[in-house]
């Protein structure tokens, strides 16, 4: 009674914000923020309802949510790394042209379509020179780049079970000696789908691959610890505490 009249007004929001959304012609994840609180506030209504216990897993959600948005920005995190490992006359390589999903290497990062429009090309303002070579090993291994930066949104490691492309690039990367072990920042935390969803946007996992022929470590702070022995398919992991 007095909780589905409370939760009312606030459902009726949700469920107008999904049609709006729902229906426009570009969809981007920040436009599903708003549903957030609303999904998190119609899930206690319900455990008010239907068993209070289930407020605590309300209360989890809301918790994992808030931590996702407030912590480290991993984009920015990556981004300093970029310009600390790749000289300024260099090139970095990217799979998708600067949006959301990689360190923010160019100012207008707004993708494909909003980079090749007249408003918005001028803003261009690359941090590196940038080489776009989508999932191609080919355009890969002519372009040369110094460095490759990646994320788990266009080069998702599953798709290799099911994708030609993504199996020989992501081979290119991790097992032909071209390149060193990664550095990786982010990782999904273990309550997210193991699949490219709008819950990791907040949290991407960054790659950034290093030429072996061409990049230096720096004796005060290395990619890789001297006598360590890597994986290529672990790769070493930036600790941000």
Not at 23 to 33: D, L, Q
Not at 36 to 49: D, F, I, M, Y
Not at 139 to 150: E, G, I
Not at 171 to 187: A, H, K, M, N, V
Request: hydrophobic share 45%; aromatic share 8%; glycine share 8%.
């Amino acid at each position: 009674g007095d909780v589905r009249r409370r939760v009312a007004p606030i459902a009726v929001f949700g469920l107008l914000w999904f049609l709006m959304i729902g229906s426009a012609g570009v969809r981007y994840a920040r436009y599903e923020v708003p549903l957030e609180p609303v999904t998190a506030v119609l899930l206690a209504g319900l455990a008010a309802v239907w068993m209070r216990k289930l407020a605590l897993g309300s209360l989890w959600v809301i918790g994992a949510q808030i931590r996702a948005l407030a912590g480290e920005n991993v984009r920015d995190t990556m981004l300093q790394r970029v310009l600390e490992s790749v000289p300024e006359d260099e090139t970095l390589a990217i799979v998708w042209e600067p949006w959301f999903n990689i360190a923010p290497v160019d100012y207008c990062n707004g993708g494909a379509g909003l980079r090749a429009g007249p408003l918005f090309a001028r803003f261009r303002r690359a941090a590196r020179e940038l080489v776009v070579t989508g999932i191609d090993v080919d355009a890969l291994r002519d372009a040369k780049p110094y460095a490759v930066l990646t994320s788990d949104f266009e080069l998702d490691r599953r798709f290799a079970h099911v994708s030609d492309s993504h199996r020989e690039f992501l081979r290119c990367l991790d097992d032909s000696g071209e390149y060193r072990s990664p550095l990786r920042i982010g990782q999904a935390p273990m309550w997210v789908p193991p699949i490219a969803s709008d819950i990791r946007y907040a949290g991407p996992e960054l790659r950034l691959y290093l030429r072996d022929s061409e990049a230096s470590t720096s004796p005060d702070e290395p990619l890789v610890e001297s006598g360590a022995r890597h994986d290529p398919h672990q790769p070493e992991t930036l600790d941000s505490n």
